[in-house]
């Protein structure tokens, strides 16, 4: 059974940092490309961030120098590295894997900026 798992996620101030992890398991990690997703209320999901299973990263322009993507193949699992961080990135944050046809979500954990 395929599980994905973010955590991590909480309460920030603007201009503070948070790190998510996504742990996933039933699968072949280091085969699969990872991408980081967002949705606020109201709002649809959409790409933030994304890593190849090569560890080539690609990220959308409002989170471009501030978010960072990597991955741990031996602990099967990716981060988001979040800084800087504005009221706007406040969303539900979900990972998802990816491989040809094979694409699996995870349940999401919630990032909320504000003071």
């Known amino acids: 059974q395929v599980q994905l798992v973010e955590s991590g996620g909480g309460l920030v101030q603007p201009g503070g940092s948070l790190r998510l992890s996504c742990l996933a398991s039933?699968?072949?990690?280091?085969?699969?490309?990872m991408g980081w997703y967002r949705q606020a209320p109201g709002k649809q999901r959409y790409l933030v961030g994304s890593?190849?299973?090569?560890?080539?990263?690609d990220y959308e322009d409002s989170v471009l120098g501030r978010f960072t993507i990597s991955r741990d193949n031996a602990k099967n699992t990716v981060y988001l590295q979040m800084n800087s961080l504005r009221p706007e990135d406040t969303a539900v944050y979900y990972c998802?894997?990816?491989?040809?046809?094979?694409?699996?979500w995870g349940q999401g954990t919630q990032v909320t900026v504000s003071s």
């Open positions: 039933g699968i072949r990690f280091d085969l699969y490309n």
């Open positions: 998802r894997s990816s491989l040809g046809i094979r694409n699996y």
């Open positions: 890593i190849t299973s090569g560890g080539n990263t």
